[in-house]
């Protein structure tokens, strides 16, 4: 773990010196600064842990400092320390935020013990941020905008709103990682179904002997491991939406039945004889050649055209380089509070360079090359950052190059490969992990266990 990075703020170099000192034994990394106009411009620039703030100093002293942090940086601890200390001095300070306050000259075991509880609160702070973000982003994920001002996305920010409050199917088009299901989601968002359910199923995801019994159920005893009666997506859909990702991979046996259901706003289980009606919205999105299939005999042309009544396209993320800006920035902010750490910026040249990739994983893969440019670039996101951990996955190469100057050890470095191997096989085949474990030559469940043991998610 990296040390914590506290700066001493005191205008006597003989104390700064001494606690530096201390501190640096007790396993802190240290830095001083000498007067509180220098303290808030350390403060301003940089990433600090806990800040160890003198009252008394020329310039601006530390009353006042203290009260431009609490603003700017309400969660960085501040504790005060004084040789001129009283309860006034000490009240005053815990009212505008300081955590604690210390008389010199301080007892070093209190010192540190009062340092220590500020770190944990932090960390404690950070750790109840980052989960709150995420039971937000669980509840309200419909919620995430399409980010974007270009042509291509203001049109389909226009469909949707014209489309959502109708009961019309819609068709959802384009590369994987484009953000189909995200307009899925907008589009039950704002229709009257809002406070229905939204059930997305992945047909690319489910075996084709299997998928028949996910979407409609079955009875009892109907096939064998059919222990009891299972509710099918379609019924748990019933008064919502029923988001069919990937429909170009569902089998032809499969998309007979569907027909039947959007035709009749029935379905029945497998096993049964009973046909239940559901009143279903249906959303379907695909990745694949439709019209293609459609002559090669893998997809009903029937189908087709009751599923596209509307037809939305989203394009991909090279051919609108101009949102890649704004979608940067948003995820900054968004990962930045997932992870736990101090939002960064991105340098103007950086976020142009961005532009200029390729991006075959789209929108899912910038999400990825931004929290990774967060947790191991400085400050600020730099052209070098974006050089050393982007570009090299451009070409085998460079990436084996990029990845050896981030590692010593040898199991971390394979680790780390096969880590970003599979986040890549994953991408290709848009999440498909049966097919990917079929295409690098591993059982499905091998697999899964690595996806677990990388923290890999979508």
Known sequence: MAKPRILIVDDESSIRRTLKEILEYEDFQV?????????????????????????????????EVLAEVA??????????????????????????????????PPDLNRLLLTLRNALDRKQLETQNR??????????EGDLT???????????IKETIDRVAPTEARVLVTGEAGTGKELVAKWIHHKSARQAGPLVEVNCAAIPSELIESELFGHEKGSFTGATKQR?????????????????????????AKVLRALQENEITRVGGDR????????????????????AENEFREDLYHRLSVILVHVPPLRERRDDVPTIAMHFVDRLARRNGIETKSIDPQ?????????????VRELHNVIERLLILSGETVTTEDVSRYVEPRATGASALE????????FAEFRDEAEKVFIQRKLDEFDWNVSKTAEAIGIQRSHLYNKMNKYGIER
Do not use: C
């Not at 001083?32 to 403060?43: F, H, K, M, S, T």
């Not at 379907?284 to 299939?293: E, V």
């Not at 950086?350 to 789209?362: D, F, I, V």
């Open 130 to 139: 980052r989960m709150r973000q995420q039971i937000v982003e669980r509840h």
């Open 275 to 294: 046909s239940i009606p559901v009143n279903v919205r249906v959303i379907a999105a695909t990745n694949k050649d439709l019209l293609g299939r459609i």
């Open 231 to 255: 509710i099918g997506k379609f019924e748990q859909a019933d008064g919502g939406t029923l988001f069919l990702d990937e429909i170009g991979d569902m089998s032809l046996a499969a998309q």
């Open 31 to 63: 830095d001083e600064a000498e007067d509180g106009e220098e303290a808030l411009r350390r403060i301003r620039g940089e990433s600090w842990d806990l800040v160890l703030l003198d009252v008394k100093m020329p310039k601006r002293d530390g009353m």
């Open 71 to 104: 603003v700017e940086f309400p969660e960085l601890p501040v504790v005060m320390i004084s040789g001129h200390g009283n309860i006034e001095t000490a009240v005053e300070s815990t009212k505008l935020g300081a955590f604690d306050f210390v008389e010199k």
């Open 350 to 362: 950086a976020l142009e360079k961005l532009k200029t990739l390729e991006w075959r994983g789209n």
């Open 145 to 155: 905008p399409i980010l974007g001002d270009s042509p291509a996305i203001s049109r």
């Open 402 to 409: 990029g990845l050896l100057q981030q590692y010593d050890q």
